[in-house]
T-cell receptor, first 113, second 113 residues
Framework: KAGVTQTPRYLIKTRGQQVTLSCSPI?????VSWYQQTPGQGLQFLFE???????NKGNFPGRFSGRQFSNSRSEMNVSTLELGDSALYLC????????????FGPGTRLTVT | KNQVEQSPQSLIILEGKNCTLQ??????????LRWYKQDTGRGPVSLTI?????NTKSNGRYTATLDADTKQSSLHITASQLSDSASYIC????????????FGTGTRLTVIP
């Protein structure tokens, strides 16, 4: 079974631009969660989608948004990028909820200059 | 309040030596506890998962222990190798709640020759 895939793996953007990151969960998994990880910080929860519905949202500004498609693939979007948005963005999939197990993708490294 | 605390924050050991990482939690009701290994710039990979009734679980040179009474877990690494250099993250699942995963901030382990 293929693991969680994320694209792109690396991305460089400039301040003010917007970016879209993509995540394909493990086949059969319906829950997708997004996390931001910055140096020295733990995993910060962004949001979770289940069956195309956002179920939970972390404490991030409205510039961060996401969606999930009918095939469970998910995208997250960050608008008006700031330098502080530079981070590793991780996607994790779970069979369902509650999430007793999560499988992480390799992450997308976003650098904002 | 549901929390997960890990110690030490960072650790440097010589190749071949053993080490122990700690995880204390206040998550309730407890479902399971998982240790992840995260190489720099990559997504976390699960090492072990332990439920309430399990007090020891091994995965090669990694041995996790769980004391559900004191709400403490440890990850013991035997005969460390350079490839063990990574961050180790403790994640505790609650039995209930849509957002039921609680993350520690991790221990950064560096193994030097």
């Amino acid at each position: 079974k293929a693991g969680v895939t994320q694209t792109p793996r690396y991305l460089i953007k400039t301040r003010g631009q917007q970016v879209t990151l993509s995540c394909s969960p493990i086949s059969g998994h319906r829950s997708v969660s997004w996390y931001q990880q910055t140096p020295g910080q733990g995993l910060q929860f962004l949001f979770e989608y289940f069956s195309e519905t956002q179920r939970n949202k972390g404490n991030f500004p409205g510039r961060f948004s996401g969606r999930q498609f009918s095939n469970s693939r998910s995208e997250m979007n960050v608008s008006t990028l700031e330098l502080g948005d530079s981070a590793l963005y991780l996607c994790a999939s779970s069979p369902g909820i509650p999430k007793n197990e999560q499988y992480f993708g390799p992450g997308t490294r976003l650098t904002v200059t | 309040k549901n929390q997960v605390e890990q110690s030490p924050q960072s650790l440097i050991i010589l190749e071949g030596k053993n080490c122990t990482l700690q995880c204390n939690y206040t998550v309730s009701p407890f479902s399971n506890l998982r240790w992840y290994k995260q190489d720099t710039g990559r997504g976390p990979v699960s090492l072990t998962i332990m439920t309430f009734s399990e007090n020891t679980k091994s995965n090669g040179r990694y041995t996790a222990t769980l004391d559900a009474d004191t709400k403490q877990s440890s990850l013991h690494i035997t005969a460390s190798q350079l490839s063990d250099s990574a961050s180790y993250i403790c994640v505790v699942s609650a039995e209930t709640g849509a957002n039921n995963l609680f993350f520690g901030t991790g221990t950064r382990l560096t193994v030097i020759p």
